[in-house]
């Protein structure tokens, strides 16, 4: 089956074309800055054709018009006629208590996805803008929701209930959810398949650290804990966002700044985290410069994001009580030798010693990073969150449990 992924933000939709029976990736592409002058498209195909392109795309409509324009271009596309797309696979934030696994869409579950808006409100609208845009321009082709909180679903009650009223809990659904769903379950399924072990068997924790992290503890397959929590905005240190925090924290700075609770919402969020504290930017290469050269706030951003995740490793060890591998994944996850260094230095107590020249030469490889002697694995698998969502989107159009 031939599908088509979308990932769909405020102001950037990403998009793959795969091939779900070889499980290859035919092209992908981003189109960034819709809405804002001079829309930036990027293309590739499988085969290295690249292609660039600027434009001024003013709503999501327009974007899976070009997105499709380009699909079945004779020099950049891979297929000659869009009936060749047999499916549509979006990723969707934030599914609430509502849906528990991957839907078809219909007129139903549409309506349902409306009422999710309320959990995700900076996420949840632009992801049902792409699905509104693709329900438009491919009339007849099934469109399938795979949502980032799927793969938590079973926590146990005990890890996502909040210290609040239950009726909170009962009557408006807050608790904790957990996201990057799709790419902790790849990351685990692909490290047990690349150690030839059963995952069932396996006690692993996947840290997918990029703009946004999180980190999962996922025992016997099953993500029994996750850092992210009713919002995305809970757990790690963020590129703009907070992660933990003291509650009153925020009390204190809405009453000082004079905050509505929508300014607060949007401060917390895209105001703090690595670049809060650095004063500088939320791109860690650009962190990890400036610590080199010495500048005590972004080297104080670096060792607030790894010692954070260094106790989140530790809490999660706790919680399963034992790891067998530790999976770094996201653009840092996976580029970042300095983070992987500073986060599981000093971890050999609990079983934890990477390879220094494997840990600081790997970039975006699946590589094995822990020393021959760790009993402990440490690996770095790049994330692969589209597969997730197409084998998920192949599994639903063909009726399969
Ligand atoms: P998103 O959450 O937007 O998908 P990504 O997973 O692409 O984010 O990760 C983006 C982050 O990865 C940025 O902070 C970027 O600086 C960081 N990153 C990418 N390459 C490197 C590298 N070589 N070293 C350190 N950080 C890197």
Do not use: W
């Amino acid at each position: 089956m031939k599908v088509l992924t979308i990932n769909s933000g405020s102001s950037s939709v990403k998009y793959q074309f795969i091939d779900t029976d070889t499980k290859q990736s035919l092209c992908k592409g981003l189109i960034e800055r819709i809405g804002i002058s001079g829309t930036n498209l990027t293309h590739k195909r499988h085969d290295g054709i690249k292609t660039k392109a600027s434009d001024n795309i003013t709503d999501h409509e327009s974007t899976i018009e070009q997105i499709l324009k380009i699909l079945v271009n004779p020099k950049y596309g891979v297929i000659s006629d869009l009936k060749e797309i047999d499916a549509v696979g979006h990723r969707l934030v934030h599914a609430g208590e509502k849906f528990k696994h991957s839907v078809l869409i219909d007129e139903e579950v549409r309506e349902e996805l409306y009422e999710c808006i309320e959990y995700a409100p900076l996420h949840n609208p632009a992801n049902i803008k792409g699905i509104e845009a693709s329900l438009d321009k491919l009339p007849g082709t099934p469109n399938v929701g795979v949502f980032d909180t799927t793969f938590h679903v079973n926590m146990p009650d005990y890890a996502y209930m909040y210290g609040i009223p239950y009726n909170y809990y009962k009557n408006h659904s807050i608790r904790r959810y957990g996201f990057h769903g799709t790419s902790h379950y790849y990351v685990s399924h692909r490290a047990a398949e690349i150690l030839g072990e059963d995952i069932k068997s396996l006690k692993i924790i996947t840290c997918h650290l990029g703009n946004g992290s999180s980190i999962a503890a996922v025992k016997g397959s099953v993500s029994v804990d996750t850092s992210m929590g009713f919002t995305p905005l809970e757990g790690l240190l963020m590129g703009t966002r907070c992660g933990d925090i003291d509650p009153g924290v925020i009390f204190t700075i809405a009453g000082k700044e004079n905050f509505t609770i929508d300014q607060a919402n949007n401060f917390f969020n895209k105001q703090c985290g690595v670049q809060g504290i650095s004063g500088l930017t939320n791109d860690m290469r650009e962190i990890e410069a400036e610590a080199e050269n010495g500048n005590y706030r972004a080297l104080l951003a670096l060792k607030v994001f790894s010692y954070r995740l260094k106790k989140y490793i530790a809490a999660y060890i706790g919680v399963m009580n034992g790891v067998d591998v530790i999976v770094f994944t996201g653009g840092i996850g996976e580029n970042s030798d300095v983070v992987r260094n500073m986060t599981l230095g000093n971890m050999d107590a609990l079983g934890i010693k990477l390879d220094v020249k494997k840990n600081k030469t790997t970039r975006s490889s699946e590589t094995t990073i822990s020393a021959g002697d760790s009993p402990v694995k440490v690996m770095v698998i790049p994330a692969n969150e589209e597969l997730v969502i197409a084998m998920e989107t192949s599994r639903i159009v063909m009726g399969k449990e």
